[in-house]
């Protein structure tokens, strides 16, 4: 069992290493600076609520992931009025798919309120940003208990995209919700995978002789 884990981390590590080429990072140090580096954030919540969509975080309601604690993205219920709906988009600047793909992590959190729970959907569209271009997965409800990771993948050979998280459901059950550290980063070339998945099991292969 320790070997299967000792080979599985190994390649893990390396896969990572191969996918360090990164297209986009953002760590929402200024929000309010996105657009002018192409991102677009847009409120549709409905009917209009009382806040205007994405905003910087506040490290009175939780801090952030890494950097300064205010340093994430963060939409909450007034996005929409009482009643009403959220629809909250961010966006990312334009990138390439490449030929192989590319992959996208960030992190998630939401603040605890009984009774509400918040939910983003996320998914890729074309280079124009247009909202009816995105193919959003059902939404998650957003944990509560700290920073929590997600990753999605887009196939290559398809020119550039972006890629958008949309803040949604009822904002009557809605509270607060962040996004930090988005990387959007180039899958590498299959021969490279390859050869990282050989590399791994000749690592293992000595571990064994040395064990044996």
């Known amino acids: 069992m ?7 981390l190994a390649f893990s590590g390396m896969a990572l290493s191969a996918q360090a ?4 990072a953002e760590g929402f140090e200024d929000v309010g600076g996105l657009a002018a580096k192409g991102w677009v954030l847009k409120n549709g919540g409905t009917p209009p609520g009382l806040t205007s969509g994405w ?4 490290s009175n309601i939780f801090p952030a992931l890494s950097g300064p604690a205010n340093s994430y993205a963060s939409a909450n219920y007034l996005n929409a009025a009482a009643g009403g709906d959220l629809n909250t988009w961010l966006i990312t600047s334009e990138f ?3 030929i192989n793909g590319a992959t996208v992590s960030f992190w998630l959190r939401a ?21 009816n271009s995105f193919v959003l997965g059902a939404p998650v409800t957003v944990g509560t208990d700290g920073w929590a990771r997600y990753e999605v993948m887009t196939a290559g050979g398809q020119g550039n995209a972006r890629f958008a998280l949309q803040y949604t459901g009822a904002a009557d059950f809605a509270n607060y919700v962040g996004v930090d550290s988005l990387l959007v980063s180039e899958v590498p070339e299959p021969s490279t995978m390859l050869s990282l998945f050989a590399g791994a099991m000749g690592l293992a292969l000595v571990r064994r002789r040395k064990r044996g």
Request: aromatic share 8%; hydrophobic share 40%.
């Open 96 to 98: 390439s798919t490449g």
């Open 2 to 8: 320790m070997k299967k884990a000792l080979v599985a």
């Open 55 to 58: 905003a910087q975080g506040s």
């Open 111 to 131: 603040d605890a309120y009984p009774g509400t729970s918040d939910q983003i959907a996320f998914g890729f569209g074309n280079a124009n940003g247009e909202l």
């Open 21 to 24: 080429g990164a297209l986009l």
